[in-house]
């Protein structure tokens, strides 16, 4: 297992993600002997997990769980917070614009809680490389831990300094830059000589317009071009089966005898009872997911 490449079973040491139900996942770490308490019943590792097919479905004393082989948006639903972590509709657009490849080189701060590193990670696999800054040793220390358990440690290097003073610590060699910091213009100097000479793209993500409007300044003072801010809001559509009861017009008098008679028949098909139909629908959920942030991209020109 590797959080960049797919194995078939599961295996001692791998990370796996035990699906309790689509809002409800949590994150193991598959040894030889232990146990996981879920609210379905307990896991045995070596009984349930280990040999096993990722995918498969283990029956608990009081139900059943899913084991899932981890991916980036997994993880990023059930990893432990030690920050406000970036979530999977912004990580996308993200991935997206900064143009990320196999083979790219990207530089990232702060790293926070890792949820968007293992995105970038995955995205630039096998021979690409992340340089992700962090001043907060512990949360570096952990994240750097995190790369290694899940087998991605040979494509990320960790650095806790301070990216406002000290930069990425790479010049020109990078593709891309983004920052998720309360201050990014202090950064964007450093993130234009991480980039390559032949230029690159940068994005910046920040909760308050304000802080879109210092960061923008320093894009255009730093020469950076085709700036554009976006916000990115989901719409999520739950599957309904719903019942309308259909109005009574009354008998329809225009109708022959044969013609009644295939109207009956089609509404007995049709009819969960009579006076109603069943349709399949979608529901907007009565709480929609906010505004996150705001999304500045930025392109620095071939000097
Ligand atoms: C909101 S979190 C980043 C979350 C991350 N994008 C994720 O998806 O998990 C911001 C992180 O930036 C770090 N940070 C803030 N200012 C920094 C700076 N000047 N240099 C390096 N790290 C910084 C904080 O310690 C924090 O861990």
Redesign the pocket.
Known sequence: MSFAEYSESIAEGDVAIIYLSHDSMMPVKVQRGAQTQTRYGVIRHSQDLIGHKYGSKVSCSKGWVHVLHPTPELW?VS?P???????TTD?SMITMMLELKPGSIVC??????????HAIIRSIAPTGHLHT????QQ?ALK?QEEFMEHRVGNMVTVRN??????GFGVSGVADAA?L????PW??VGHAKSALKKQGGRVCS?SPCIEQVQRTCAAFTDHGFSELCTIEILLQVHDVRTVSLPVPDFGPNSDLNRDQKRDQNQTQNQNQSSPGAVTIKTTTVPREIPGHTGFLTFATKPRT
């Open positions: 990023t990893l917070h030690r920050t406000q972590i970036l979530y990580i990232e701060s702060g790293t926070g809680s890792g949820s968007l590193s800054v962090e001043f907060h949360r994240v300094q301070d990216v406002c003073k000290d983004f998720d910091i309360p201050s202090d950064a993500f």
